[in-house]
């Protein structure tokens, strides 16, 4: 059984900052792409952020140089940065990853999402 936890959610006020956290855990064999995604009230799900075990990475142009994802592959675990948030930035935001459990093939797992409200 494979599951994803996020954590690092919150209500901040603009301008502020949070990072989100998310462990991967249970009988894993290996993890290729890690991201983050985001939805808010009466929108689609969308990216922010995807990083590759090599450490590649890919931003939505709208969080360019105000969010940075990173991973450590030893802890399994995905973070993302967000600095100088705005209230647009508000949404529940989702962690994914592309696993390989033992004995079966890649596929993609979701988190149960975090909530994150930019607000004064």
């Known amino acids: 059984q494979v599951q994803l936890v996020e954590s690092g959610g919150g209500l901040v006020q603009p301008g502020g900052s949070l990072r989100l956290s998310c462990a991967a855990s249970g009988s894993i064999f290996s993890i290729n792409t890690m991201g983050w995604y985001r939805q808010a009230p009466g929108k689609q799900r969308e990216l922010v952020a995807t990083?590759?075990?090599?450490?590649?990475?890919n931003y939505a142009d709208s969080v360019k140089g105000r969010f940075t994802i990173s991973r450590d592959n030893a802890k399994n675990t995905v973070y993302l940065q967000m600095n100088s948030l705005k209230p647009e930035h508000t949404a529940v935001y989702y962690c994914?990853?592309?696993?390989?459990?033992?004995?079966?093939?890649?596929?993609?797992?979701w988190g149960q999402g975090t909530q994150v409200t930019v607000s004064s």
């Open positions: 994914n990853a592309e696993i390989r459990a033992y004995g079966q093939r890649s596929k993609s797992y």
């Open positions: 990083i590759t075990r090599d450490i590649t990475t």
